[in-house]
């Protein structure tokens, strides 16, 4: 069994910028591909980016050159760098685990989301 904690969240103006961290629990981190997913009322869940056991990435088009995702094995870690925000980007962020593809296909595993909020 895998727990996802997420934190970093909160209330940013537009251009501003915020660090997601999802801490996992396990001796196997290292070998989860993971993932950021967001989510808003009334849309379905939208694949955000994700990172694979060695590093490689993928992004969703909408924050490609804004967004970072990047892991620390030796914390368990997986963060999420959001620089320039938008509006648009304003949901809960949730973090995945255990997914596998290309695309990302969602494991099992998910934390209980933070969200973010972007002011225009």
């Known amino acids: 069994q895998v727990q996802l904690v997420e934190s970093g969240g909160g209330l940013v103006q537009a251009g501003g910028s915020l660090r997601l961290s999802c801490t996992a629990s396990g001796r196997t981190f290292s070998s989860y591909a993971m993932a950021w997913f967001r989510q808003t009322p009334g849309k379905a869940r939208e694949f955000v980016a994700s990172?694979?056991?060695?590093?490689?990435?993928r992004y969703t088009d909408s924050v490609k050159g804004r967004f970072t995702i990047s892991r620390d094995n030796a914390k368990n870690t997986v963060y999420l760098e959001m620089n320039s925000l938008k509006p648009e980007d304003t949901a809960v962020y949730l973090c995945?685990?255990?997914?596998?593809?290309?695309?990302?296909?969602?494991?099992?595993?998910w934390g209980q989301g933070t969200q973010v909020t972007v002011s225009s």
């Open positions: 995945n685990a255990g997914g596998s593809g290309l695309p990302y296909y969602p494991g099992n595993y």
């Open positions: 990172i694979y056991p060695g590093d490689y990435t």
